[in-house]
């Protein structure tokens, strides 16, 4: 420890920021290297339980820790709920990072970081208190049906693994996208990420909690966290940047630091099987035509002699993909999985008529459904509803590989991958009952890295594809789908804020565009121009739009073929590092 004035021993200053830990009451001000106030952070974060609230009811002085390339401020703490507590911030020269412990024992329930209860410090009452802040704008990168990223710092919003088309929770696009939030101040951003090591990522949410002039975050741990003795909560990083998009590359640089050597970010081209690469057609937008035209629900027409119809109609128009998409609903349960022979009287057949084409299938599957599984291989409520399928229970891991390996072997259907939907029905909430000990997103990690590694088995080239662009996932699937659009917005713009949040989270995976559903054909020609700039060209449509009913004429098939070979060319000519392009923020 090096010795310093007292009034020094409360400051770091950087050519990037600087920080002060004010005297008379439990902040820390947040400064620009120029000396603008950008926030001023309430230390005493709270970590309640399921068995109580935390109030913070006596603290320490701060000590200080000063190394080579590190300052390391140290408070500790006495709680109402745990044994101990301490707060650390390491202050590096770019960059700071805020992380607290407890000791004690408990289930939990959220963590409020910079906002908490307080009652050790009577001049300034007691309750719940927050942190000030000065910001113009924060940022969220998760998609939302709205399409509005940006938003006022009085406000609120949660990135999260979770979502359905109800209020407030509107956000199901990507599950989840890093759970990382920029604030803008006058000469740039601010980027707050969670940064947890492996096995840590067990929280489903991550808010940003406004009002004027102050805010909090939180992360949700749904009681199914258990503490015995010392926890140490993932770290909030902070990351400062000239732009939104560079503040949350910031963060994903420092994520990948404390990941594995399987999960680190890299930015060289991955080497990935050429047929990765290739135009994806999908039959949804098409089947939902079919049941706009001629009645019924969409997934009535996931049918053999559909598809058969479909790929027939595209090829006359010399319309040629490299990847085919079974959609919903080709299976007779989204549990088993097994083709439904009312629809698909040879499945397998028709899958090795689209490999004699050069053509690789995709099976549509429905991430967490527990239709057709028996009881005692999911998870529960206290009621004994059955919520989801539970990977963390070895019966229904047995079961999931044998689906696999029946949906992908040489010896059943013989398809080449899956496209992965629905991760947003994954299990959430404090009443919930399940097999082990894995929750939040170590869940989702669970359930993906069985798919992935028994198809992986099977297929070394099998193609795992999903809409979940966060860092700590990218090592158990190989592409990200943008997922579905919302035709009240400006498509190329939202759909480019989109694959470039995936490119930065995930560089070593591919893109896929997605194409559905479309306002009108006008908006799907100006997307699909758009499309090889983004990542692979995606196709939902053979005849019509359905949305409006317009039939595709030759020109659009003209579109079509162009489109795709102008992407083709790039990708044959190794110039289409589209990761790349899109991460560094190109203008289309």
């Not at 805010?215 to 990083?237: E, H, M, R, W």
């Not at 998009?245 to 990941?259: F, K, N, P, T, V």
């Not at 047929?275 to 939902?288: E, N, V, Y």
């Not at 979940?468 to 713009?493: A, C, F, K, S, W």
Request: charge should be negative.
């Amino acid at each position: 420890m090096i010795a310093r004035s007292k009034q020094d021993s409360r400051r770091f200053a950087s050519d990037t920021y600087r920080l002060t830990l004010l005297e008379d009451r439990p902040f820390v001000r947040v400064e620009s290297a120029q000396g603008d106030w950008l926030a001023d952070l309430f230390v005493l974060s709270s970590v309640h339980s399921l068995h109580g609230r935390d109030d913070t009811v006596k603290i320490g002085t701060w000590e200080v820790d000063e190394q080579p390339g590190v300052t390391t401020f140290l408070l500790r703490a006495e709680s109402s709920l745990w044994k101990a507590k301490q707060y650390r911030i390491r202050c590096f020269p770019e960059r700071f990072t805020y992380h607290v412990e407890v000791e004690g024992n408990g289930h939990l329930a959220e963590v409020n970081y910079f906002g908490g209860y307080y009652s050790g410090q009577p001049r300034w009452g007691s309750g719940f208190f927050w942190s000030g802040q000065r910001f113009s704008s924060v940022f969220n990168a998760e998609p939302n049906t709205a399409e509005n990223n940006t938003f006022p710092p009085e406000s609120n919003a949660t990135i999260d693994l979770m979502g359905v088309p109800l209020p407030g929770r509107d956000d199901w696009f990507f599950t989840p996208p890093p759970f990382c939030f920029a604030m803008q101040w006058q000469e740039g951003w601010l980027a707050l990420g969670v940064e947890a090591s492996p096995g840590k990522n067990r929280f489903t949410e991550y808010r940003y909690h406004g009002k004027p002039s102050a805010f909090y975050l939180s992360l949700a741990y749904d009681g199914k966290t258990s503490v015995n003795g010392s926890y140490q909560l993932p770290a909030i990083g902070f990351d400062f940047a000239i732009d939104k998009y560079a503040a949350l590359e910031g963060h994903i640089r420092a994520l990948s630091a404390i990941q594995p050597p399987s999960l680190q970010v890299s930015r060289m081209p991955q080497t990935k099987p050429n047929w990765w690469h290739t135009p994806i057609f999908c039959g949804w937008g098409a089947q939902c035509y079919l049941a706009s035209s001629q009645g019924g629900r969409a997934p009535d027409y996931a049918r053999q002699d559909i598809y058969e119809n479909f790929l027939q109609t595209l090829e006359a128009e010399d319309v040629n993909p490299g990847i085919v998409v079974l959609d919903d609903k080709w299976q007779a349960t989204y549990g088993e999985n097994r083709e439904d022979e009312s629809k698909w009287y040879d499945l397998p057949g028709f899958i090795a008529g689209q490999h004699a084409r050069g053509r690789k299938v995709l099976l549509w599957l429905k991430a967490w459904d527990p239709e057709g599984l028996p009881v005692e291989e999911c998870v529960t409520n206290t009621a004994g509803l059955t919520i989801a399928c539970d990977p963390s229970n070895p019966a229904y891991e047995r079961h999931l590989r044998a689906t696999v390996q029946r949906m992908i072997s040489s010896n059943g259907y013989d398809a080449d991958g899956f496209k992965i939907d629905f991760t947003a029905r994954i299990p959430a909430g404090p009443a919930l009952n399940i097999h082990g000990d894995s929750w939040g997103l170590e869940l989702m990690r669970l359930y993906l890295s069985i798919l992935n590694s028994e198809a992986k088995r099977i297929k070394p080239d099998a193609l795992i594809m999903t809409h979940t662009p966060h860092p700590y996932l990218q090592d158990v699937v190989d592409m990200i789908r943008l997922n579905d659009i919302n035709g009240g917005r400006d498509v190329n713009e939202s759909m480019t804020h989109r694959a470039r949040v995936a490119a930065i989270a995930c560089p070593q995976l591919s893109i896929d565009t997605d194409d559905w559903p479309m306002p009108n054909r006008a908006a799907w020609r100006a997307y699909t121009r758009l499309q090889p700039e983004l990542g692979v060209p995606s196709l939902y449509y053979v005849t019509h739009i359905d949305s409006t009913g317009e039939a595709l004429d030759a020109e659009d098939y003209k579109l079509i073929r162009d489109a795709w070979a102008r992407y083709r060319e790039r990708s044959s000519a190794g110039i289409s590092n589209e990761v790349e392009e899109v991460r560094e923020g190109s203008t289309y």
